[in-house]
C-alpha cells in the first residue's frame, strides 16, 4: 500500500504506460496475480476489458448504461415492461435462469432502480451456488441514500 502512496503521482502522470506497474502494485496489496487486476481510465474502458473475457449469454435490463449492450457480443436485452422501469431480485433471477448469467447496474441508470444490499448479498449467493456470472456495476452507489446509511464495515464485510 506504500509503494503505491509513493508512486502516486508518477502512476497518475504516465498512465497508460503506468498500468503495468499499477496492476503490479495492486495485485501486491490485494495478494492476486497482475493478471487479475484490470486497469482502466474509466467505466468505458474497464468494461471493455471484461467483454473481451467473456463470451457468454448475458442478460441485462434495458434501458440502461449503453456502454454494456454495446460492447458484449451475446447480452441479452429485457425490456422492462414497466411505465417505471423497476424490477427485483426475483425479475434477476428469472432473467439469469434465461441466460449465462446477468449483468446488474445498482442503481442503474437513467431508471434508478436499486437493488437493496441484503437483496444483493442473497442473489450472490443465488449466481454462485447456481454456477452463473454476476457481473454487478456499483460505479454510482455512492449517490444512492440506502448504500450511503450502510456501516462502511458492512459494506466491506457482508
Given at each position: 500500500m506504500g509503494e503505491m502512496?509513493?508512486?502516486f503521482d508518477t502512476l497518475v502522470r504516465?498512465?497508460?504506460s503506468g498500468a503495468n506497474v499499477q496492476s503490479l502494485l495492486a495485485a501486491k496489496m490485494f495478494k492476486c496475480s497482475p493478471d487479475q487486476i484490470a486497469v482502466g481510465n474509466?467505466?468505458?474502458?474497464?468494461?471493455?476489458?471484461l467483454a473481451q473475457y467473456k463470451n457468454e449469454k448475458l442478460?441485462?435490463?434495458i434501458p440502461t448504461f449503453e456502454e454494456y449492450s454495446s460492447r458484449f457480443k451475446s447480452v441479452t436485452l429485457q425490456k422492462?415492461?414497466?411505465?417505471?422501469?423497476?424490477?427485483?431480485?426475483n425479475?434477476?433471477?428469472k432473467l439469469a435462469q434465461e441466460n449465462d448469467g446477468v449483468i446488474l447496474i445498482n442503481p442503474d441508470n437513467p431508471s434508478g432502480n436499486f437493488i437493496p444490499y441484503k437483496d444483493l448479498l442473497e442473489l450472490i449467493n443465488w449466481f454462485k451456488a447456481n454456477k452463473k456470472t454476476f457481473i454487478v456495476d456499483?460505479?454510482?452507489c455512492r449517490f444512492c441514500r440506502e448504500w450511503t446509511r450502510l456501516d462502511t464495515n458492512e459494506r466491506r464485510n457482508p
Open positions: 502512496k509513493n508512486s504516465e498512465y497508460p474509466g467505466a468505458a474502458e474497464l468494461i471493455d476489458i442478460g441485462l435490463f422492462l415492461n414497466n411505465q417505471n422501469f423497476t424490477y427485483d431480485k425479475d434477476i433471477i456499483e460505479k454510482l
